[in-house]
């Protein structure tokens, strides 16, 4: 964990993934994350696998550096206390539907009138001006809606689902820009905002990037695709003992690689030097690549790439990298004791700030764990912290 947020008070009530890798990427920096549950506790702590009802391991991975607070929201009393916190925070996040955060009395309007400084930010499944702003929404609807599932069609013309929750990760990176965006905007104006990050415009707008390709002309200048990576030579290659990933992508790059399987005339091409010629031909290219990589194994080919400083890696499996000599040098996976769930091996945080200490990680809480601490913070006396759990407003840890 660093500091660079330290002091910034986030008060978070998200659930799944989404909301929560984003809050986990804030407290990595240093803010003080707050993770509000309900009674129940947020329904992705029984994804497995687990060591124990609560603590699975995706949950584990995506709620560190938080403390937990359990409050029954349905209630009066609750929705109260909720205000009262509202008052000591600088951002409020979930990502509801509308029309729950009306209920539980958490709109923006209502939020801004407690603490004008607040930022508030919500992630939806689809943004509040379109007909679809109530309809649930999850990884799986995300990636059929938003052309994911159809870019990644399989030999018989079937969409498929990528094989990791990609839309909820993607959204979430929005999510976490957009509040500290939010912070930054408060700090020279005094205002706090309503910052909203849809997952279904979120999703798209990262996927249109390069796919939008000739559509992004009137009148269109070619189709929805970007060409270079629906080439069918581009793949991972098979060498004479396994698989690799390479991407020559200069001109100096295909240069290098076509003088170096012998192909010297074709480097000699003038559009093999052009970038816009070389981008209308690339499948020549690429299938110049697959005829030749078969012949020499993994680690030759990579000697070799390296060597001429074309861009390459082994095709790894998740197991294999655990053995990585990069992830193994710069302490990838850490070995930690967990209070409750015992010996983990997690992944620690991806980012390197060089001139700050890191302080250790806080891990993922029990279920309503800091409950009284994150009170007495926000200003609670210790007779309405007992009035609260002995009304069973505020729960307990198990």
């Not at 891990?363 to 009170?375: F, I, K, N, Q, Y």
């Amino acid at each position: 964990m660093f500091d660079l947020l330290r002091g910034v008070r986030i008060l978070d009530l998200t659930t799944i993934v989404l909301g929560p890798y984003a809050t986990q990427i804030l407290g990595d920096f240093g803010a003080d994350v707050v993770k509000i549950e309900s009674p129940n506790g947020d329904l992705f702590r029984a994804a497995r696998p687990g060591r124990s009802d609560t603590m699975g391991a995706a949950y584990l991975n995506c709620n560190r550096n938080k403390r937990s607070l359990v409050i029954d929201l349905k209630s009066d009393k609750g929705k109260t206390l909720l205000a009262e916190m509202i008052k000591g925070a600088d951002v409020l996040v979930h990502n509801m539907r509308g029309k729950a955060a009306d209920k539980l009395g958490i709109n923006f309007e209502r939020v801004h009138e407690i603490n004008p400084r607040l930022v508030y930010c919500t992630a939806p499944g689809f943004g509040s001006d379109g007909p679809y702003a109530d309809d649930p929404a999850y990884d799986d609807v995300i990636q059929a809606a938003s052309g994911l599932a159809a870019l990644n069609t399989n030999d018989a013309g079937e969409p498929r689902f990528i094989t990791s929750i990609l839309c909820d990760k993607v959204s979430a990176l929005h999510f976490a820009l957009a509040v500290l965006a939010g912070l930054q905007g408060r700090d020279r104006t005094g205002e706090g905002s309503y910052i909203e990050t849809p997952m279904f415009e979120s999703v798209v707008h990262f996927l249109l990037l390069e796919q939008m390709a000739g559509r992004l002309f009137e009148p269109a200048e070619g189709d929805l695709i970007y060409s270079r990576l629906s080439s069918p030579y581009r793949k991972p290659y098979r060498t004479r003992d396994g698989f690799i990933g390479l991407l020559p992508y200069t001109s100096k790059h295909w240069i290098k690689f076509l003088k170096f399987i012998g192909q010297d005339e074709l480097a000699g091409q003038e559009w093999v030097s052009n970038a816009t010629s070389r981008s209308e031909r690339i499948n020549e290219l690429y299938q110049a690549v697959s005829k030749t990589i078969p012949s020499k194994t993994t680690k030759e080919w990579i000697a070799i790439f390296r060597e001429l400083d074309i861009p390459c890696a082994p095709v790894n499996s998740f197991a294999d990298l655990f053995d990585d000599p990069h992830l193994n040098a710069v302490g990838f996976f850490e070995n930690i004791e967990h209070p409750t769930e015992g010996k983990l091996v997690v992944p620690k945080s991806p980012f390197n700030v060089k001139n700050c200490k890191p302080e250790k990680d806080r891990p993922a809480p029990g279920l309503g764990e800091h409950g009284a601490d994150v009170l007495a913070d926000y200003g609670i006396s210790q007779d309405q912290i007992d009035e609260l759990f002995r009304d069973g407003v505020v729960k307990p840890a198990p």
